[in-house]
């Protein structure tokens, strides 16, 4: 049995849920998750593990106030699995009401809910660590099957496992949660809320997926968007620029009355803008600041002399052919004599 020892994913899970002390309702859940599979408060709330083994997340959710049955198949792993639930009853509970207990619990059974005394679907499913390339795929099913049978629309799921295959391998975990999105919605958690030894991704590092049942409860973004596809239709559209094209058929989706669109926003003329800002001004006795136009720097003006000559043009002159007469008797010159006028000149 594979429930006597206390698997990495069953750690990951259960540090992470105990610093969920205020329930299900913090910055670490992702957007994605709906608001009716948000938990406030654990005292509230009635938990469920599957394949529990040790049953270390459950007794964690049964020290933040919540009602946990923490199940497991094997007769073995239920022996010890009561054991340990004994040991570690939150104090709330010993001689009043038991918050944790442990039952046996097969996948597959479709009358789970009867057998594990609930008197509703749980709150909250957890499994860590139960999705391994060894298991067949009937066992797969069942699980699946199990799933469903405990979950209701406001149920939310959390299941944590140790990724022992690449990305595309044929024996990856990948195929049983491809078989769970045809009837879950499923969105992770990021790795830097996990432990510090487990935030590697690839082979070795640990995922955290939170899944929820699609349908009931509000239409998911999945799902709108397979009845946006489903219901399109064909729309002629004519182009305007060119007079000589022929229509063109574009496949234009109609949306379904719940689904919402984004329509684009008309553009406001400037002068529309303009007379908008005044009369928002005006309502508020507040005067607009026009600020003051640049001055433009003025042109220089050209000087003649008596000749009729432009004075800089001339000053130009004198300056390029006086560079060209020492330039001609600087090369003219001794070395010593060039060095001479060179230090003169810096100086």
């Not at 073995?76 to 639930?85: D, F, G, P, Y």
């Not at 442990?102 to 860590?128: C, E, F, Y």
């Not at 968007?225 to 239709?233: D, E, L, M, N, V």
């Amino acid at each position: 049995a594979t429930g006597v020892a206390l698997w990495e994913a069953s750690f990951v899970l259960a540090e992470w849920l105990a610093r969920q002390k205020g329930g299900l309702w913090d910055s670490d859940l992702p957007s994605l998750l709906p608001r009716r599979c948000r938990l406030r408060d654990w005292t509230k709330a009635s938990v469920v593990e599957l394949g529990a083994g040790l049953g270390l997340p459950s007794i964690v959710a049964s020290h933040h106030g919540a009602t946990v049955v923490a199940t497991d198949g094997d007769s073995t792993v239920l022996r010890l699995l009561k054991t340990n639930v004994e040991r570690n009853l939150p104090k709330a509970a010993r001689g009043a009401k038991k918050l944790l207990r442990a039952s046996q619990l097969l996948w597959g059974d479709s009358d789970a809910i009867t057998k594990l005394g609930l008197k509703g679907r749980p709150d909250v499913v957890l499994a860590a660590d139960v999705v391994y390339a060894s298991s067949s795929e009937e066992l797969s099913t069942k699980l699946i099957d199990t799933m469903l049978n405990l979950s209701g629309p406001n149920t939310l799921l959390i299941m944590s496992n140790i990724m022992r295959f690449p990305h595309g391998h044929k024996q990856g975990e990948e195929g049983f949660f491809d078989a769970c999105a045809k009837r879950f919605d499923i969105c992770s958690l990021p790795r830097h809320v996990l432990h510090s030894d487990f935030q590697r991704s690839g082979v070795g590092g640990c995922s955290v997926r939170l899944l929820w049942r699609k349908g009931k409860g509000g239409a998911t973004p999945t799902e709108a968007g397979t009845a946006f596809q489903k219901t399109s239709k064909k729309v002629k559209v004519k182009k305007r620029k060119s007079p000589k094209a022929s229509a063109r058929t574009l496949e234009v989706a109609s949306p379904s009355p719940g689904d919402r669109v984004l329509a684009p926003k008309p553009r406001k003329s400037k002068q529309r803008a303009r007379l908008e800002r005044g009369q928002v001004l005006a309502e508020n006795n507040l005067e607009e600041i026009v600020p003051k136009p640049k001055k433009r720097k003025k042109a220089k003006k050209h000087v003649s002399n008596a000749m009729g000559e432009d004075i800089g043009q001339t000053k130009r002159k004198q300056r390029q052919s006086s560079g060209s007469d020492d330039l001609a008797s600087a090369k003219s010159m001794p070395p010593r004599q060039k060095n001479a006028k060179r230090r003169k000149r810096n100086a």
